[in-house]
């Protein structure tokens, strides 16, 4: 075909475009003008895709302009060509239309960086993904939020992972451990949760020598896993990490032991072991290698002291003249310090020189390190203290525990947190289900490990088994994994079962430390603990954290001032002056204090406290006065901020974004309608509860939603709330549904339609008759719920509310799929789809291509339920819900069958019963047929051996791992 020429008769000009990160437009070299509209640069970059292919127009519109008519999008379609070709100037003729139907734009000479990308990507040699991986500036088209972009999006970003890890094993082969250490990061920035990655670079770290990165990327990425996720490392990471481990130990002893020299120390030693500090001594030796005042700062029975004497001992060696400890727990005067200091490390004062002036000329040119337990109770005269001794003393460096920082100028602080608890695994209401906890599972946690260890000095006979796995679990959350609360609880395997040891830490710190001499009196209990941080605090800070124990799961700083301020106290019943202070200054210095807990998350930093202390805070809330009002204005606040979740009965995308901050808000939304519950306030609870209801659903939470609703319901005074009833009565009816309640499903919707009805609410008479044919379909009551179905589309289409069509559509194409209605269940799916168009609602569409995918591998056509799954599927990327995956996942085991891989069949039948275990998702009555075959069969397929641990394997996928296991196998080729 003859080259396009310029009126001039030379060549096109020069075209460049950069794709990848901020995408930019180059013509001979000079920035091309801006395009009007977005449209005309989503425009160039799907004709650059297709290379010089001939692109039909109709499929240009359809993608760009999925929601306009015909007519308007060529006219769309149309004024993007004539825009780019202005924009293109000299390159203009490299976009022509062979024929009336097509676009072709001519990139045989460009350069563009997402072709030289795929073309390097497909090369493979290790030269071509280097230049891959140099190419890629960032995500493909970024900023344009387009479905078909973000398909292109994340292959190409996938590809580029892929290149990272191929380059860093390549150069690990080859001996260059830093190029693969510097690839695989880049990959793990990109995508945190890949664990080949993850695992390859802590592999290449320990390889490196560097083995505390290594064990520190390892449990940075457990903890990413576990909280967003909930789930583990699997098993191969899990053996890295504990080589690298493993590694780093034998190197300290080995150390040790080589050290011949002896130093004067003079460190506490304690007689049980330090359990799960490993990562933390590291951290705070490094601290003190770059800075000569470290501060550990924590809540009380934190383990601050404990973990100081451990860096200690790490650290004796790099001391000359060793270290020093002083406990300044009983230290009541500060301007004493001085001298405590001095007759604690045994040095006599000197006549007529005061007690300072004898400690740095003893400390002026020696190498020492000086270790301050307990300032918080002095920490003014321990920062002048600090001061005064580092600038008199260039050898001596001081650690200090504290309940906050000192302030002094050059001061490190580390943050004590916790030990790592297990997650919570309840099979109760709402909570998404997860297996048992076996004892192997519980003691990856260095909190059960420390309460084994503890617990067997008490019971020699004691050990974590498979049996006490959960309840051990469960105490060690009771007590926020604080080490002092764990050795509380583990004192008591003596003489008390664990259930029992578990009902008294859970009924507000039962347990104590009476008998065991040698311990300070504010370690006698937890409630001890926090009682000596509470009575160090001024008022404005007591009056703020009690205030602050309504939050549940945490909260905002907006979210503090709301709640907390201008508030009268109890002190000021008679309403003269108003209990007057700045939230964010107290706050902060309740952070300071350690008895806040905050966690920078960028735009969405949080604050949270820890259980025990929110317990005791609320009990001085109650003491206070002022709790009912503090719980009803933190109940309001909520319930006005759920209130963008219900805009209409199926919302769709236009919500998502509040799904995504109501998850975070969960469990002050769960405090806010317990209050209203127990207030007896009906309108309250059941507005509340219905604006709850469609998170509830799709966010699995369907067991809960069930209950909460039934106990609004049954408030008095509900009833007389007519809509409002109506609404929770529905709202209900459709959890009980999905799962698997059809009768008492059928009854909830019943008694909704006659109110809606009487009240003359045609939206809310639609919306039950489409739920009521969902409960007569469930039932068996097909003639029922067909003509339930078609009344609910009729009623629905009659006011214009779409998305009912949609699901009752879908609801009938159910039924007729069901009965063999085959031609007439495809005509209903294709119907429900364009309806869920029409209703921007992009989740409930995909389910009609999922089903539309169901039906065509009924009818034996494979190819088109591959390409309509993975349409499907590709939602769920975009952050759809995982109900929907839950649902794709047994055609997709299916299709796996039929092309003779049972394993992988094996390996999503667990996957999809682990997902609708945790989103409580029924199997759909026209599935359970398919579903049962396709069991049945996978396991004649494969032994029973091969079968179980496959399945195995699938539950303990995450969505994503899941998402990428289906993508890797049917639907490869899509």
């Avoid at 999006?153 to 990272?164: N, P, S």
């Avoid at 670079?201 to 996720?229: C, H, K, N």
């Avoid at 049980?272 to 009380?300: K, M, N, W, Y």
Wanted: aromatic share 6%; glycine share 8%; hydrophobic share 45%.
């Amino acid at each position: 075909m003859q080259a396009h020429t310029t009126p001039n008769g030379t060549g096109p000009g020069r075209l460049a475009l950069r794709l990848f990160g901020s995408p930019t437009v180059e013509v001979d070299g000079q920035a091309a003008p801006q395009l009007r509209s977005r449209k005309g640069l989503w425009l160039l970059a799907l004709l650059a895709l297709r290379g010089r292919r001939e692109v039909m127009r109709e499929w240009l519109m359809g993608t760009l302009w999925p929601d306009s008519p015909p007519q308007n999008a060529s006219a769309s379609l149309r004024q993007s060509l004539a825009d780019l070709r202005r924009a293109l100037g000299a390159a203009a003729p490299r976009l022509g239309c062979p024929t009336p139907r097509t676009v072709r734009l001519d990139v045989a000479d460009a350069d563009a960086d997402v072709l030289a990308f795929d073309a390097a990507i497909l090369d493979g040699s290790p030269g071509a993904l280097a230049q891959a991986v140099s190419l890629y500036r960032g995500p493909f088209l970024e900023g344009c939020t387009e479905d078909w972009a973000e398909q292109e999006r994340r292959a190409r970003e996938q590809a580029y992972l892929c290149a990272l890890e191929t380059l860093a094993a390549y150069e690990k082969a080859r001996g260059d451990l830093t190029g693969a250490i510097e690839h695989l990061r880049a990959a793990a920035a990109v995508d945190p949760y890949r664990e080949s990655a993850q695992r390859a670079l802590i592999e290449s770290l320990a390889a490196a020598g560097d083995l505390a990165s290594a064990i520190l990327a390892y449990r940075d990425l457990r903890l990413l896993l576990r909280r967003e996720l909930g789930v583990d490392p699997d098993p191969e990471t899990v053996a890295v990490y504990e080589r690298a481990r493993a590694e780093a130990r034998a190197r300290r002893v080995g150390e040790r032991r080589s050290e011949s020299a002896q130093v004067d120390s003079r460190i506490p030693r304690p007689f049980t072991t330090l359990v799960g500090r490993d990562r933390h001594i590291e951290h705070v030796c490094a601290l003190l290698s770059s800075s000569r005042l470290v501060t550990l700062a924590g809540p009380g029975g934190v383990g601050k002291t404990r973990l100081a004497i451990g860096v200690s001992e790490c650290v004796s060696d790099r001391f000359a003249d060793g270290v020093r400890f002083v406990d300044l727990s009983p230290l009541a005067e500060p301007h004493m310090l001085a001298g405590w200091v001095m007759g604690a490390i045994g040095l006599p004062d000197a006549p007529g020189r005061p007690s300072f002036g004898s400690l740095t000329d003893r400390f002026r040119d020696r190498s020492v390190l000086l270790v301050l337990d307990n300032c918080e109770h002095v920490v003014e005269a321990c920062a002048s203290f600090c001061a005064a001794v580092l600038a008199e003393c260039a050898h001596c460096r001081i650690l200090a525990t504290s309940r906050q920082a000192m302030g002094v100028m050059g001061e490190a602080l580390y943050r004590v947190p916790p030990l790592e608890v297990p997650p919570r695994r309840a099979m109760g209401a709402g909570s998404p289900c997860h297996p048992a906890m076996s004892a192997g599972e519980a003691l990856a946690f260095d909190s059960v490990r420390l309460f084994a260890d503890r617990a067997r000095l008490a019971s020699s006979g004691f050990a974590v088994s498979d049996a006490n796995a959960a309840t051990v679990a469960d105490i060690c959350r009771s007590v926020d994994g604080l080490p002092l609360g764990i050795e509380l609880a583990a004192s008591r395997v003596r003489s008390m079962p664990l259930p029992e040891i578990a009902s008294r830490l859970n009924a507000q710190f039962g347990l104590t430390m009476n008998g065991v001499r040698g311990v300070p009196e504010r370690h006698h209990s937890i409630r001890a603990a926090i009682q000596w941080s509470y009575d160090l605090l001024s008022e404005a800070e007591r009056i703020l954290l009690r205030r602050l124990s309504v939050f549940a799961g945490g909260w905002s700083l907006s979210d503090a001032e709301a709640v907390c301020s201008g508030l009268h106290t109890a002190e000021d019943a008679g309403g003269a002056t108003a209990c007057d202070f700045d939230v964010v200054t107290v706050l902060t210095e309740l952070v300071d204090q350690s008895l806040v807990v905050y966690e920078p998350l960028g735009e969405h930093d949080r604050y949270s406290l820890l259980e025990t202390v929110r317990v005791y805070a609320r009990e001085r809330l109650v003491e206070s006065g002022e709790a009912d009002a503090i719980r009803r204005r933190h109940a309001d606040y909520f319930a006005e901020s759920a209130a963008p979740l219900r805009t209409d009965m199926y919302p769709g995308p236009t919500v998502m974004e509040w799904h995504r901050r109501m998850a975070a808000q969960h469990d002050n939304l769960r405090a806010a309608l317990d209050y209203y519950c127990e207030a007896g306030a009906a309108r309250e609870a059941l507005t509340l509860a219905g604006r709850l209801a469609p998170f509830w659903t799709s966010q699995g939470y369907r067991e809960e939603g069930c209950s909460r609703l039934r106990a609004a319901l049954s408030l008095p005074g509900a009833p007389d709330e007519e809509r409002l009833y109506a609404e929770a009565l529905l709202a209900l009816g459709s959890m009980e549904w999905t799962q698997g309640d059809a009768e008492r499903a059928w009854d909830s919707c019943a008694e909704a339609h006659a109110v809606y009805q009487r009240l003359g609410d045609g939206r809310g008479v639609a919306a039950s008759l489409l739920d009521l044919g969902s409960s007569a379909l469930a039932l068996g009551r097909l003639d029922d719920a067909r003509s339930l179905f078609e009344d609910a589309i009729a009623a629905a289409r009659l006011i214009g509310r779409p998305g009912i069509v949609a699901h009752a559509q879908l609801g009938l194409g159910e039924l007729q799929r069901l009965v063999g209605e085959y031609d007439a269940a495809e005509e209903s799916y294709r119907k429900a789809r364009d309806a869920a168009a029409q209703a921007n609602d992009p989740v409930i569409e995909a389910l009609c291509t999922a089903d539309l995918g169901t039906l065509a591998f009924q009818r034996g056509d494979a190819g088109a339920a591959k390409r309509l799954l993975g349409e499907a599927l590709h939602v769920k990327l975009l952050g759809a819900t995982d109900w929907l995956v839950a649902l794709l996942l047994p055609t997709l085991a299916a299709i796996e069958l039929s092309e003779g891989k049972p394993e992988r069949s094996a390996v999503l039948l667990g996957a999809a019963e682990a997902a609708r275990e945790r989103t409580n998702t029924a199997v759909q009555r026209a599935d359970q047929e398919v579903l049962n075959r396709c069991i049945d069969l996978t396991r004649e397929q494969c032994s029973e051996r091969i079968f179980e641990r496959s399945w195995q394997q699938g539950r303990a996928l995450s969505i994503t791992d899941t998402m990428v296991f289906a993508r890797e196998g049917a639907l490869a080729d899509q």
